[in-house]
C-alpha cells in the first residue's frame, strides 16, 4: 500500500505539479509545507460561489461574476487623485473597469489593449454604464475553469494569486487513490463522514456551499490528524518505557544541604513536584515530565534539588535555557548554592571565547564536569558526554522538538524534566505533552505581594521619569524594557540606546544598559552591577524576559506595551515581585497604536495575576500555535485540527488511538500498512519503525 501511493508521487515534492517553479515553491512552502499532500491537507479559508457569464445585463447586477473581456482603451486620467478607468467590451456591451489606486504602468501591463481577459467582481452600474471596481481577478482565458462555481478561497502570500493556487489543488488531486480506511465503520457512521478521498476532494471542491456538510468534512480530517497524532504519542511513551537508563536515588545529606541554604521555605507545591520528579528518577525507565509553573514560583530550585541527586554518581546533569542571560544567571545561582560541595559547574554558550570553549568541552567529554549549564551550544554535534543520565530543559517551547532530541541521544536513555513558565491550559498540554507525566506548581512562595500593574500614556512619559527618582532615593532596581519594532534587533537596540541616553541625562551612572549584542562578559558585568546596586536603573532589550532574578527590582516600565503579547508582557512583569517589597509595573503605549486587541491585552494584564488566566486569554487572542512558539520556530503541530474547538474530537481520537495501540499486537499486516500509512499522510511517520506493528 505504501509503495503504491508513493508511486502515485502524494509524498513528492510540489514542484513536481506542472507549472510550480522554483519561486512557486518557496511560495507554497510557506504557506502549507513541501509536498503534495501538504498541499492538499490546507484547510480552505472560504467558500464563495461565483457565476461564469457570456453577455452582461441587469439581471446579474450586484452578483459575483466571471466575464470575458475584449480591452478597449485606457481612458486619460486629467488627475492622480481620479480614478482610473479602463473601457472594455463584453460581446455588444461595454463595461468599465475602475480603480481608484492602481499603478499606471502596471495596469496597462496586465490588461494591455485589443488583449482578451477573465475579469472577476461584483458587477454594478452608474447611469447607463456597466462597471466593476476593483476586480478580484484579472487572468488570462486558460484559467476560467478555476475562476467560478463553488469556490475555495486559500490564504495567499505575495507572489501567489488564487487561481495559481486552485489549478495546483486540481493538479493534486489528480494524484489522490483510494485508501481503505483506518477509522471504525461505527465512528464513520455515527458521525456522518464520507470516506477519506471523497473527503479531501470535497474539501476544495464542495459541491454545495452547505456550512453543515462543509464543517462534516473539516471534522473528519481533524479526527484523523488527532488520531495519528496520539498514536504516535502512545508509541512514544511506550518506547521510553522499555529504555534502560541510570537508575537515581534521592542524596538526602545534599538534598537536605540545600535547602538548608534556601532564604525562605519551600511552598507545599513545590514539595509534592520534588517528591515526583523524585519517584521518576528512582526508576529503570527514563522519566519525562513536564513542569508548569508560574513566574517567579520556584521552578529553578526544584529543579536543583532533584538535580543535586547525581553528584555522588557520576553521572552528568545537562540544563538547556534558550538565552545566554538566563544561562550565566544560573551557573551563578547554583555555583553559590554548591560552593561549599565539591561539585565542577560549567557554563557553555555561542558566545564565550574559543579557549575556554575547548576547556569546557574537554572536562564534559572526560566526565569532570558534572553539571553543564548552557544554551543551545550544548548540542552542537562537537559536544560529547561521557556519562549524561538528566536533563533539565528550561522555557522548552523556545526549543524545536528537534533540538530536545538532539540533546536526549547525547545520554544513555537520560531522564528528561522540561520546564515552562508560559501556563499551559489542561487541553492543550495534554495534546501537545499527551506522552509526558505532568507536574504543575500552584501556591507562590508565602512573602510574595500582589503587583500593581498601571497604564499610562506615551506623553505623559515624564512623570514616570519623575517617579523613577523616588526608587532611586530608596537604594531600589527598576526596569526600563524597551520594544521590539518589526522584529528588528537592529530597531530594538536603537529604541534600547535611545531611552538609556535619555535617562542618563537625568540619573547620570545610575542608569545602564543589556542587549543581545553585548559579549557574555559585558553581560555579566552589568548583571553584576545591578545587583549590587551600582546600577539602579537598567534599560534593556527583551532579553531579560527570562534570566534576571533581583529581589530588590520593584519597578518594571514595559515601553510601547501594545506592541507585546500577553505571555511576553506576563513573563515581563514576573521580572519584579520577587520578594516581600510593593512592587509596580507601568505599561506605556501610544495612543495611535491602541487599536482594540491592544487594549484588551493591556486590559487583561492590569486585571489578572494568574498566569493561567492569562494563558487562556492570550490562546482566544492568538492561537495555540503563537503562545507555545510554534509559529515563531516554524514547527506547526497541527494543520487541520483546533485544539481550542475540537476538545470532542480529541476524546474520541484519543479512545480511538488506545484501542488500535492496545491490539497492536493482533492487527492483520495489511491493517499495519493502513495505520502506517495515515501516520504518513500527517507527519508522523517518525513513528513507523515503532509501531510497524509488523
Not at 534600547?496 to 562578559?521: C, D, P, Q, W
Not at 495611535?592 to 495575576?609: M, V
Request: hydrophobic share 40%.
Amino acid at each position: 500500500m505504501l509503495d503504491k501511493i508513493s508511486e502515485n508521487s502524494l509524498f513528492n515534492s510540489i514542484e513536481n505539479i506542472k507549472g510550480i517553479g522554483p519561486k512557486t515553491l518557496k511560495l507554497f512552502k510557506k504557506l502549507c509545507g513541501k509536498k503534495i499532500i501538504d498541499l492538499l491537507l490546507t484547510i480552505p479559508r472560504n467558500y464563495k460561489k461565483r457565476k461564469y457569464i457570456q453577455n452582461i445585463s441587469d439581471e446579474h447586477l450586484n452578483e459575483e461574476i466571471v466575464l470575458i473581456v475584449n480591452v478597449i482603451k485606457h481612458l486619460p486620467q486629467f488627475h492622480p487623485k481620479m480614478p482610473y478607468k479602463i473601457l472594455c467590451n463584453n460581446n455588444s456591451s461595454e463595461i468599465e473597469i475602475i480603480f481608484f489606486r492602481g499603478y499606471v504602468k502596471y495596469l496597462k501591463k496586465i490588461l494591455p489593449t485589443g488583449e482578451k481577459k477573465i475579469i472577476c467582481g461584483k458587477l454594478e452600474k452608474l447611469g447607463n454604464k456597466y462597471q466593476i471596481i476593483h476586480p478580484e481577478n484579472i487572468s488570462p482565458l486558460e484559467e476560467l475553469p478555476y475562476l467560478h462555481g463553488s469556490l475555495s478561497v486559500y490564504s495567499l502570500t505575495r507572489g501567489l494569486t488564487m487561481s495559481v493556487y486552485r489549478k495546483s489543488i486540481s493538479k493534486a488531486l489528480e494524484k489522490l487513490i483510494e485508501i481503505p480506511e483506518w477509522i471504525n465503520k461505527d465512528i464513520l457512521k455515527k458521525n456522518n463522514w464520507r470516506p477519506w478521498k471523497q473527503t479531501v476532494e470535497l474539501l476544495h471542491k464542495p459541491k454545495e456551499l452547505n456550512d453543515e456538510k462543509i464543517k462534516k468534512i473539516r471534522e473528519r480530517l481533524a479526527f484523523d490528524e488527532a488520531l495519528s497524532h496520539y498514536i504516535k504519542l502512545l508509541v512514544t511513551k511506550e518506547k521510553i518505557k522499555k529504555n534502560i537508563c541510570h537508575k537515581i536515588e534521592v542524596d538526602k545529606k545534599i538534598k537536605d544541604k540545600i535547602i538548608s541554604k534556601i532564604p525562605f521555605k519551600l511552598t507545599e507545591s513545590q514539595l509534592k513536584v520534588i517528591k515526583e520528579i523524585e519517584d521518576d528518577l528512582n526508576k529503570e525507565t527514563p522519566m519525562l515530565r513536564l513542569l508548569q509553573g508560574d513566574v517567579a514560583s520556584g521552578k529553578t530550585i526544584v529543579a536543583l534539588i532533584t538535580l543535586a541527586n547525581v553528584l555522588k554518581k557520576n553521572i552528568q546533569a545537562a540544563i538547556m535555557v534558550p538565552t545566554e542571560l538566563l544561562a550565566i544567571q544560573h551557573y551563578n545561582y547554583f555555583s553559590d548554592l554548591f560552593k561549599d560541595i565539591r561539585v565542577n559547574i560549567v557554563l557553555l554558550t555561542s558566545k564565550i571565547n574559543n579557549k575556554e570553549k575547548e576547556i569546557v568541552q574537554k572536562k564534559i567529554e572526560n566526565g569532570v564536569a558534572q553539571i553543564i549549564i548552557g544554551t543551545h551550544a550544548i548540542f552542537q554535534k562537537n559536544i560529547n558526554f561521557k556519562n549524561l543520565g538528566y536533563i533539565i530543559i528550561d522555557e522548552q517551547h523556545r526549543f524545536g522538538v528537534h533540538q530536545k532530541f538532539q540533546l536526549s541521544v547525547k545520554g544513555c536513555n537520560p531522564h528528561i524534566l522540561v520546564m515552562t513558565a508560559t501556563p499551559i491550559p489542561r487541553t492543550l498540554a495534554l495534546t501537545m505533552y499527551g506522552n509526558m507525566s505532568i507536574s504543575k506548581i500552584t501556591e507562590m512562595p508565602s512573602n510574595r505581594k500582589k503587583i500593581e500593574t498601571i497604564s499610562i500614556s506615551s506623553n505623559k512619559i515624564s512623570k514616570v521619569i519623575k517617579g523613577l527618582k523616588k526608587i532611586i532615593d530608596k537604594k531600589l532596581n527598576a526596569f526600563w524594557v524597551c520594544p521590539l519594532i518589526d522584529e528588528s534587533e537592529k530597531l530594538d537596540l536603537t529604541a534600547a540606546t535611545n531611552r538609556f541616553e535619555k535617562l542618563k541625562k537625568f540619573f547620570g551612572n545610575y542608569v545602564g544598559i543589556i542587549h543581545g549584542k553585548m559579549s557574555i562578559e559585558e553581560k555579566k558585568k552589568i548583571i553584576d552591577k545591578f545587583k549590587s546596586k551600582k546600577i539602579l536603573i537598567l534599560v534593556s532589550t527583551t532579553i531579560i524576559e527570562v534570566g534576571i532574578d533581583v529581589p530588590d527590582a520593584t519597578i518594571m516600565i514595559i515601553e510601547e506595551s501594545n506592541r507585546f503579547g500577553l505571555s511576553q508582557l506576563h513573563q515581563l512583569r514576573g521580572r519584579i515581585g520577587r520578594s516581600d517589597k510593593k512592587s509596580t509595573c507601568v505599561l506605556i503605549y501610544k495612543e495611535k497604536n491602541l487599536n482594540e486587541y491592544s487594549k484588551k491585552r493591556i486590559d487583561t494584564i492590569k486585571n489578572n495575576t494568574d498566569g493561567f488566566k492569562i494563558a487562556e486569554e492570550d490562546l482566544k487572542l492568538r492561537g495555540f500555535g503563537e503562545i507555545l512558539g510554534i509559529k515563531q520556530s516554524g514547527y506547526q503541530l497541527f494543520k487541520i485540527l483546533d485544539p481550542l474547538k475540537d476538545i470532542k474530537i480529541m476524546d474520541d481520537a484519543l479512545n480511538e488511538a488506545k484501542s488500535i495501540f492496545e491490539k497492536r499486537n493482533s492487527i492483520k499486516k495489511s491493517d499495519k500498512e493502513i495505520i502506517n500509512l495515515f501516520l504518513k499522510i500527517y507527519n508522523q511517520s517518525s513513528s513507523l519503525k515503532y509501531i510497524s506493528i509488523a
